[in-house]
């Protein structure tokens, strides 16, 4: 998937380890099926505590799993001297 990537700096190769953005995103993915889970668990379980607090710990491990993956997309996109 994330392949080291070799640029140039100052004469001397320097490998990039992209372990950490892998990282990154096993973390985004598990908070995305956490999210989802607990969003499910409100349409299984209808009462209004439930619904609010599922509700709004889903949508902010979503939020923040979006923010991760944008982190590594946009890092990503640096490297390969895209942006």
Request: charged share 15%; glycine share 6%.
């Amino acid at each position: 998937m994330f392949l080291p990537i070799q640029m140039k700096y100052g004469g001397e190769m320097v490998i990039d380890d992209c372990k950490c953005l892998m990282k990154i995103l096993i973390l985004a993915c598990v908070l995305d099926i956490f999210g989802l889970s607990l969003i499910i668990i409100s349409i299984l379980k209808l009462t209004p505590i439930t619904i609010i607090v599922s509700i709004t710990l889903g949508g902010s491990l979503i939020l923040i799993a979006i923010v991760l993956y944008c982190y590594v997309v946009i890092r990503e996109l640096r490297i390969r001297k895209v942006l």
